[in-house]
């Protein structure tokens, strides 16, 4: 019985001393990962302007994407189709957004 406790205190401190990686639900993170994944939490936490510009930069290469494998049309092609249509969103989620802030306080 005291060779479990001793191998799980052992184990406590063995989690503790391994800075390198942080535990992320089921998979582990680097500090590298977990720090990208800060850094974007506060850069879109407060401004409308660039959580839509985010919004929008991953609606892009979503939708050329989608078009490419959809259509099977030129990757050109599908960029100037995936273009229009979320700018348009990112306008439409920074108005959204800014009205939903003004409203829900």
Sequence with gaps: METQ???KK???RSTKTRPIY???GEAMATEFTV????FLKSLISGSSVTLAVVY????IF???ICVRLITGTSL???AVDALVEPIINGFWFYFLHNMWKRHSV
């Design 5 to 7: 406790t001793s191998t």
């Design 10 to 12: 052992e184990t406590r």
């Design 22 to 24: 942080l535990q992320v």
């Design 35 to 38: 720090g990208i994944f800060r």
């Design 56 to 59: 929008t930069i991953g609606h």
């Design 62 to 64: 979503i939708a050329v």
């Design 76 to 78: 050109e092609l599908a």
